[in-house]
């Protein structure tokens, strides 16, 4: 059984058809990247596997139970935790404040904290800037901290949209090194990113995505090597 198993998801802003029956499943223990230009659909998909949107039709099945029409809150509480694109820490709290944000769902003030300093040790620097407000952050730290904040629910998978946009190529390395370091810690991630070679470079297996579907899928290794992929994506 798949952890995540997406089947002939449909979706709709209003009369605009954005998702064209897209199905995919995530195995425990991979890291799975969705690639493809912009207003191909990436985010939407996110969107609604967490439950931030609704399906037309399809199914969401989560570590095998259906959560097509969950509300988001209860779909964390399941194990699932997202890392939306631009960051969106809350900008006018600390950077410890926006950690205990992430542990809204856990009631164990003890574990909370173990939580906290958990994160710390994967991100030394939010522990420095611990009393530092969010807004005030680099648009590195920002990342380290809303990808630590969605650490704090202890999930079994993470979705991470555009992890590496508007940051530095160095930076750019650092962040998908995390990615790669908290997946080897045992967490399953679901990466959408514009950086296809990055994504590729980290994932065991990847879908292409254009308008909407699915137009290819496969080891990220051979998708790598792929020329209608290098041509279009990795700019070759």
Do not use: C
Not at 83 to 97: D, I, L
């Amino acid at each position: 059984m798949s952890l995540l198993e997406v089947k002939d998801l449909q979706v709709y802003y209003g009369m605009i058809h954005a998702i064209k029956g897209v199905s995919f499943h995530v195995e425990e223990g991979e890291i799975i990247a969705l690639i493809g230009a912009n207003g191909a659909g990436k985010t939407t998909i996110l969107h609604t596997v967490s439950g931030l949107l609704s399906a037309k039709s399809g199914q969401v099945l989560f570590d095998g139970r259906d959560v097509t029409k969950t509300p988001p809150h209860k779909i964390v509480s399941l194990g699932m935790a997202q890392v939306p694109e631009g960051r969106r820490v809350f900008s006018q709290m600390t950077v410890y404040q926006n950690l205990k944000m992430g542990a809204y769902s856990r009631k164990d003030k003890e574990e909370t904290e173990a939580a906290i300093s958990m994160v710390y040790k994967r991100f030394p620097r939010l522990e420095e800037r611990r009393n530092q407000i969010a807004g005030t952050l680099s648009g590195g730290e920002q990342q380290m901290l809303a990808m630590g904040r969605a650490l704090m629910s202890h999930p079994k998978i993470i979705l991470m949209d555009e992890p590496s946009m508007g940051l530095s190529p160095i930076l750019v390395g650092e962040i998908f090194d995390i990615i790669r370091s908290v997946n080897e810690a045992g967490t399953t991630v679901l990466l959408v990113e514009q950086n296809a070679r990055k994504a590729l470079g980290i994932a065991n297996r990847a879908y292409v995505l254009e308008t909407g579907r699915v137009v290819k899928d496969g080891d990220a290794h051979v998708l790598m090597d792929d020329e209608d992929i290098r041509k279009a994506y990795l700019g070759e």
